[in-house]
């Protein structure tokens, strides 16, 4: 059984529209991520969170925000979006101290016509 | 430049021949890990080695934090060891995020 759910796992959105992705993890951790991957790049990191708090944001634009509603829980609201935001964003989780190996979602797929 | 840096871009292999995989980085380390990411797309941890050599079954891990690098030994591949292998660091100072690898693409024929 996936620990970490994805939803959708394909998305296909209009320029200048509003998509939510969904991830919920359900391995007790209480740090999450997103990270996005685009072709011909490296993973790209986007936003940490540590128990409901942003930790840290390496995305420039604001029409990406996280939501975290529950403690596993972590979505990403993208607004206005672009061809250019075409990518495979993924969700990932671990403890936020130690060895803090990284587990991830199976990833959602967006395309921007 | 970019800070982790993978080769090879992509191999080929026969079944059964080994494979040394190099992630070479330009910043100061705090950790170093594995990933095969599955030609789905999906991610799994192979190693979480800051330093020293790790074992998992043929899979072997070797970091070497005074030369930046850091190795994935396969040995006797199989087809099913086929996908993209990618290192990734944390940095010291921050634990927040990891920086990527363009990864390895690994192609094993039977």
């Known amino acids: 059984d996936p620990k970490i759910i994805q939803k959708p796992k394909y998305l296909v959105a209009v320029t200048g529209s509003e998509k939510i992705l969904i991830c919920e993890q359900y391995?007790?951790?209480?740090?999450m991520y997103w990270y996005r991957q685009s072709a011909k790049k490296p993973l790209e990191f986007m936003f940490s969170?540590?128990?409901?708090?942003?930790?840290d944001n390496q995305t420039a634009s604001s029409r990406f925000q996280p939501q975290s509603s529950k403690k596993n829980h972590l979505d990403l609201q993208i607004t206005a979006l672009k061809p250019d935001d075409s990518a495979t964003y993924f969700c990932?989780?671990?403890?936020?101290?130690?060895?803090?190996?990284?587990?991830f979602g199976a990833g959602t797929r967006l395309s921007v016509l | 430049g970019q800070q982790v840096q993978q080769s090879p871009a992509s191999l080929v292999l026969q079944e059964g021949e080994n494979a040394e995989l190099q992630c070479n980085f330009s910043?100061?380390?705090?950790?170093m890990q594995w990933f095969y990411q599955r030609p789905g797309g999906s991610l799994v941890s192979l190693f979480y080695?800051?330093?020293?050599?790790k074992h998992s079954g043929r899979l072997t891990s070797t970091t070497v934090i005074k030369e930046r690098r850091s190795s994935l030994h396969i040995s006797s591949s199989q087809t099913t060891d086929s996908g993209t292998y990618l290192c990734?660091?944390?940095?010291?100072?921050?634990?927040?995020?990891?920086?990527w690898g363009l990864g390895t693409s690994l192609v094993v024929n039977p």
């Open positions: 080695n800051p330093s020293g050599t």
């Open positions: 391995l007790g951790h209480n740090a």
């Open positions: 969170y540590s128990y409901q708090k942003l930790m």
């Open positions: 990932a989780s671990s403890q936020p101290r130690g060895q803090n190996t990284l587990y």
């Open positions: 990734a660091l944390e940095e010291v100072g921050d634990n927040s995020k990891l920086i």
């Open positions: 910043t100061s380390l705090n950790s």
